[in-house]
């Protein structure tokens, strides 16, 4: 299996650079088409302070917006072409979240950046990430906005629950997973099943640790009781003494409102990843 198609959302902000850097050195490796997309943002003022700007400001904004969007296209155009990558450039306008979602459905993987609550990120993104994994019907390839990611997927972490979210991500993440140099099956309090219905069997993990290997995929399997630690802290505490470069999980194996309630991995992980995070629902 592998990529042919890849999105990566790019924008002016200072941490865009590192996630289109990850996006090409992913296509290149997959010799994949890689589309580089630009949301215009909806203008901060509110409507009615906007119908009282003349008309002539309001055509040059829109003239500045697009004098804007060509320069990052030519930008990001020229990497991918420089990196021998086959790429387009799209710009559009509407809600961020829904155009992304709406290009990502004809794509293999969505490459987007991990929102910086401090950062200077042209168009609000708090929300997108977990969003557009609710709505894209494809994985989401989430860059953190710190550190640097050239190579994603050579030791590579997959968070296990047996649940139809995590079964998709492992599927979804076969392109990487195949050519991971390790792979690390991780279930998290796991609840044994003698059937595995509604649980991981007597040896949890190992289950889907031998379909990956039907893959060629060279996947051990582990499980871990944490006293007081959360889901979400285990995974990154496991990633880092792994060195893993890719946590691979399912998003939202509860309903949104119960993680925004009571907490839970995926919104932990959005808040406070240190490695990229391929996520599916």
């Known amino acids: 299996m592998t990529w042919k198609d890849i999105l990566v959302h790019v924008d002016g902000g200072k941490h865009s650079p590192v996630r289109v850097q990850a996006a090409i050195a992913l296509a290149r490796r997959h010799n994949a088409h890689l589309t580089g997309l630009y949301v215009y943002g909806a203008p901060s003022l509110p409507p009615y302070i906007m119908s009282q ?10 003239a500045d917006a697009d004098t804007v969007a060509a320069k990052i296209g030519v930008e990001f155009s020229a990497e991918a072409e420089k990196a021998g990558v086959s790429c387009e450039w799209r710009a559009d306008r509407g809600d961020p979240t829904d155009v992304l979602a709406l ?23 708090a929300e997108m990430p977990e969003r557009l994994v609710l709505e894209a019907g494809r994985p989401v390839l ?23 979210e995590s079964t998709r991500a492992v599927h979804d993440a076969l392109p990487l997973l195949e050519h991971a140099d ?23 993990g190992a289950d889907i640790a031998h379909h990956l290997a039907r ?46 309630i009571l907490g839970g991995a995926t919104r932990h992980l959005f808040q406070h990843m240190t490695v990229p995070v391929l996520m599916s629902h």
């Open 103 to 125: 290009h990502a459905r004809y794509a293999d993987v969505a490459v987007i950046g991990q929102p910086d609550p401090d950062g200077d990120d042209p168009v609000p993104l």
């Open 182 to 204: 390790s792979v690390t099956v991780l279930a998290v309090n796991p609840k044994r099943s003698r059937t595995g219905v509604g649980g991981h069997g007597e040896m949890p």
């Open 142 to 164: 989430i860059v953190p906005y710190a550190g640097q990611f050239g190579h994603i997927g050579q030791r590579a972490l997959v968070a296990w629950n047996a649940n139809p």
């Open 215 to 260: 893959h060629g995929v060279k996947a051990e399997a582990a499980h871990i009781i944490p006293d007081d630690v959360g889901i979400g802290d285990m995974l990154l505490s496991r990633a880092a003494d792994l060195g893993a470069d890719l946590i691979v999980m399912g998003g939202y194996g509860r309903s949104r409102l119960a993680e925004v």
């Open 53 to 62: 700007i003349p008309t002539g400001v309001v055509e040059q904004m829109a």
